[in-house]
């Protein structure tokens, strides 16, 4: 069965940095795209970052560029997320999830159940 | 303000039908694949429709999707009251050159 755990998570000070991971597992990590998606408390979805198979090409939402940083380590079966420079507007539940094989457009077929960070002093 | 543009809340009878909207611009909606996704009060997002109108394994078929230039529809029939919930729409971008989804649709099932 496919799985997403994602952990690393917490309270963090402005300015501050946290590192996010997401491990998977149930099935070939290395075959998916990978994403981050972010919910602030009571608001809707935000998408975050993307990463191919290989690690060969990323793509950010424009409010994290320079802060953010995405990366996969397919060894291990795990995502990462390093967030640097935090800002109260990051607060958010952070979720990882995957992109189908078998869709031609973007979508995300599998997620974490989400890791809360809060930003505040 | 998100780039997908949805009603915030729809509501139905149990056993009818509702339809969610969403709206996108020539470069999101009107150049990509649109998908839906289902969240259940305090629990991660779940992929309902892929490709604008295809179905993962284990939806039903009371779900569907389709597309029309630059906006794309979510429609739930039979509703049951296990339907409520807060429902997005989804596409990519290329003028931004990355995800973007809706505001989401609270369902209410009267």
């Known amino acids: 069965e496919e799985q997403l755990v994602e952990s690393g998570g917490g309270l963090v000070q402005p300015g501050g940095s946290l590192r996010l991971s997401c491990g998977a597992s149930?099935?070939?990590?290395?075959?998916?795209?990978m994403s981050w998606v972010r919910q602030a408390p009571g608001k809707g979805l935000e998408w975050v970052a993307h990463?191919?198979?290989?690690?060969?090409?990323?793509y950010y939402v424009d409010s994290v560029k320079g802060r953010f940083t995405i990366s996969r380590d397919n060894a291990k079966n795990s995502l990462y997320l390093q967030m640097n420079s935090l800002r109260a507007e990051d607060t958010a539940i952070y979720y990882c999830?995957?992109?189908?094989?078998?869709?031609?457009?973007?979508?995300?077929?599998?997620w974490g159940q989400g890791t809360l960070v809060t930003v505040s002093s | 303000q998100s780039v997908l543009t949805q009603p915030p809340s729809v509501s139905a009878a149990p056993g009818q039908k509702v339809i969610i909207s969403c709206s996108g611009s020539?470069?999101?909606?009107?150049?990509?694949?649109v998908s839906w996704y289902q969240q259940l009060p305090g629990t991660a997002p779940k992929l309902l429709i892929y490709?604008?109108?295809k179905r993962p394994s284990g939806i039903p078929d009371r779900f569907s999707g389709s597309k029309s230039g630059t906006s794309a529809t979510l429609g739930i029939t039979g509703l049951q009251t296990g339907d409520e919930a807060d429902y997005y729409c989804?596409?990519?971008?290329?003028?931004?050159?990355?995800?973007?989804f809706g505001g989401g649709t609270k369902l209410t099932v009267l």
């Open positions: 999830a995957r992109s189908p094989g078998y869709s031609d457009g973007w979508a995300l077929d599998y």
């Open positions: 149930g099935f070939t990590f290395s075959s998916y795209w």
């Open positions: 990463i191919k198979q290989d690690g060969s090409e990323e």
């Open positions: 020539s470069s999101s909606i009107g150049k990509n694949y």
């Open positions: 490709d604008n109108d």
């Open positions: 989804a596409t990519w971008d290329s003028s931004l050159s990355g995800g973007v």
